[in-house]
């Protein structure tokens, strides 16, 4: 199912580079952006995308809907059912909201996860993946490090869970051990807690940003020490290969886990990830739309 997925991206790549960066496969359809959290990549890319498909799209401030007065979610919900909507993309700070609301909408609509407390974020996994199969090749031989507060990481879930099944040769999580999950040994990865024995040889960096936002106690002695002992730096990186590439899901906090001469630097991916957010997100919609692919058509 992911290389369904990444398969169908690259088509729609194809269709993003184009003068006219539109396709008639959504049209008549209608999508409902519902974030109750902050984005700027997963929503505005989720916008483009849609777009790009030909559909309509409704982006609702939440801060400013009816919720503010009363409203259940459900009752908000109830009222785009009653506009005709067909699909609603939700962020939201609490693990199983997307999946809430799956179960309590109408079954034509379809609801799309686009991050959910520190649970998962599955659209942003598969534009990651999109991005190391883009530049590597081939999943099996690759060593891959996700660095930083994995605990709060709804990323880091999504991709531990993306590359095993891609059966990538290594996962392995770096960082202190206030930031791990207690179930991380269940999840099939190796624990580092030394940033530099951690990224010896690996081919893939996935530097994390704090999510403090998500932390209700004091985890951490404070930001110089975190940077001090996890921040991505020239300096550190030696210890990964040479032709190592660079992530972050964003938004990176320079100076905290990361160097600027790294995020910046040749071997930096991070404005590709975001690229590719596009054309992962156009594929996902329609083909959770059911919507076959003819590209041929300009509109
Ligand atoms: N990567 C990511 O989810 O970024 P946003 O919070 O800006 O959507």
């Known amino acids: 199912m992911i290389i369904d997925v990444l398969d169908t991206a690259e088509s729609f790549a194809g269709v993003t580079r184009r003068t006219v960066k539109k396709v008639p496969l959504l049209r008549g359809r209608t999508v409902v952006n519902l974030f109750f959290e902050a984005s700027t990549r997963t929503r505005t890319t989720f916008e483009l995308a849609a777009k790009r498909l030909s559909a309509d799209v409704l982006n ?17 919900l109830a009222n785009f059912e009653a506009m005709q909507c067909d699909m609603f993309i939700v962020r939201h700070d609490r693990s199983g909201t997307a999946h809430f609301i799956a179960r309590h909408v109408a079954p034509h609509i379809s609801v799309i996860n686009a991050g959910d407390g ?7 996994a598969m534009l990651d993946m999109f991005t190391i199969r883009r530049i590597k090749g081939d999943f099996y031989p690759l060593s891959v490090a996700i660095v930083g507060d994995i605990a709060h990481s709804r990323v880091a879930r999504s991709q531990i869970h993306a590359l095993t099944t891609l059966g990538v040769n290594e996962v392995r999580v770096i960082g202190p051990k206030t930031l791990m999950p207690k179930d991380i040994n269940a999840l099939g990865v190796h624990v580092y807690h030394n940033l530099e024995a951690g990224l010896r040889d690996v081919d893939v960096v996935i530097m994390l940003r704090l999510q403090r936002e998500r932390m209700d106690s004091e985890l951490l002695p ?17 210890a990964a290969k040479a032709d190592a590439m660079i992530m972050h899901p964003g ?4 100076g905290v886990e990361i160097e600027s001469a790294v995020a910046d630097g040749p071997r930096s991916v ?3 990830q975001v690229t590719h957010g596009i054309a992962i997100r156009m594929a996902v919609m329609s083909m959770t739309m059911g919507s076959g692919l003819d590209l041929g058509t300009e509109t």
């Open 60 to 76: 609702i401030q939440m801060a400013a809907s009816a919720t503010t007065k009363g409203e259940t979610l459900l009752d908000t």
């Open 118 to 124: 520190s649970h998962a974020h599955p659209t942003q």
């Open 222 to 238: 404070g930001e110089l020490e975190y940077y001090q002992q996890y921040g991505l730096t020239e300096e550190k990186l030696k």
């Open 251 to 254: 938004p990176i906090n320079r």
């Open 270 to 272: 991070i404005l590709q």
